[in-house]
């Protein structure tokens, strides 16, 4: 049997309430900050973000020497490595001339294909980006989804787009409910459905089949 994912929205909302992500003061902080999440926690990106504050506009990051940007996000691990990917990202955005708007009127298939193109911006990457920057309705797969989906009982499909277009053919195509259903799962993971999980608490634990690896 599918699972109901409104329902498992409804019951992660009812529980958590609105988690306004993310967590980010503009749309392109937000960008930066889903290169630099790659393969790290997000404390670190915190400590990378500071550092680097001064230069968190296309314009500056554009100008600085990539010595210089790999040392300000040390922090975030693969630095040298994810310095290389905002600059690719920084060359593609400026194609646009920085300008979101103007990137939000693309159709999302063909923005992300855009996205894919970019080095260093993978599935998970490009979809947060396409979710919380240019405001286009997607289900973001992640390891915490997987955990939690795999836990409640439910074989979703191996493939990242197989897993998310199942997903989104049975939510409602509201921009809101893509962005709190990330963000929920994510705070679900953190808080309860850990690697060593507190069922008793658990919001979900009536639907839950609880497979634990």
Known sequence: MQPDYQLIYEK???HYG????WPADTPFEMMIGSILVQ??????????LVKL???????SIDFLPIEELAQLIRSSGFF????????AFIAWFKKYNFDIDRIKRKEKRELRNELLLINGIGMETADVMLLYAFDKP????DAYARRIFYRLGHDMPASYDGFGKLV?????GDLVIFNESHALLVEHAKQLC?????????????ICDQRIE
Do not use: G, H, M
């Open 80 to 87: 040298n490595i994810k310095a290389k990917r905002i600059k």
């Open 53 to 59: 504050r001064p230069y968190l506009d296309p314009e």
């Open 168 to 172: 989104e053919k049975e939510l409602p």
């Open 138 to 141: 997607v289900f973001v797969v």
């Open 194 to 206: 850990r690697a060593k999980p507190i069922c008793v608490e658990c919001p979900l634990l009536s």
């Open 18 to 21: 609105p988690q306004s992500w």
């Open 12 to 14: 992660l909302f009812n």
């Open 39 to 48: 393969n790290t926690n997000w404390r670190n990106v915190e400590k990378a």
